[in-house]
């Protein structure tokens, strides 16, 4: 795909194309499946939070599909923070639902209530995470 650009646009990565008196044409890439990208911030909550380990696997799901695999950070707090780095798909409205592998009880949770993927955004923030309720899956 291509596109122009009639006026003056600032790209996240600092750069800037186009003007008025001079259009740009810029390729617009599609190579990946998903080229959208947000963050979501989580912490564990009740017992799942007692029992995490360093051994624990927290992923975003859009359907069956795994659009992200969580780090777990330290906020200023010094609490746990599961980060994601979550893809998504330029085909329109995406619900995202997290899930949760337990290494201490050997099951696979999912996440009660999910959210709609938004690109650029953040659900939660490092400092203020979204505290997730699980149900065994």
């Known amino acids: 795909y291509v596109f122009t650009v009639a006026s003056l646009v600032k790209f996240a990565n600092g750069t800037i194309?186009?003007?008025?008196?001079?259009?740009?044409?810029?390729?617009?890439?599609?190579?990946?499946?998903?080229?959208?990208?947000m963050k979501a911030y989580i912490r564990l909550s009740g017992n799942l939070a007692m029992l995490a380990s360093s051994g624990d696997v927290m992923a975003a799901f859009v359907g069956s599909e795994c659009r992200g695999i969580a780090q777990v950070v330290s906020?200023?707090?010094?609490?746990?923070?599961?980060?994601?780095s979550i893809n998504g798909s330029l085909t329109g409205s995406e619900y995202v639902k997290i899930r949760f592998y337990s290494t201490q009880t050997k099951r696979l949770y999912e996440s009660t209530t999910g959210f709609n993927f938004a690109e650029g955004k953040e659900y939660g923030s490092l400092n203020t995470p979204v505290t997730m309720e699980f149900a065994e899956e």
């Open 17 to 37: 194309a186009g003007s008025a008196a001079n259009p740009k044409k810029l390729a617009f890439n599609l190579t990946d499946k998903h080229p959208l990208k």
């Open 75 to 84: 906020n200023a707090n010094h609490e746990s923070v599961y980060e994601l």
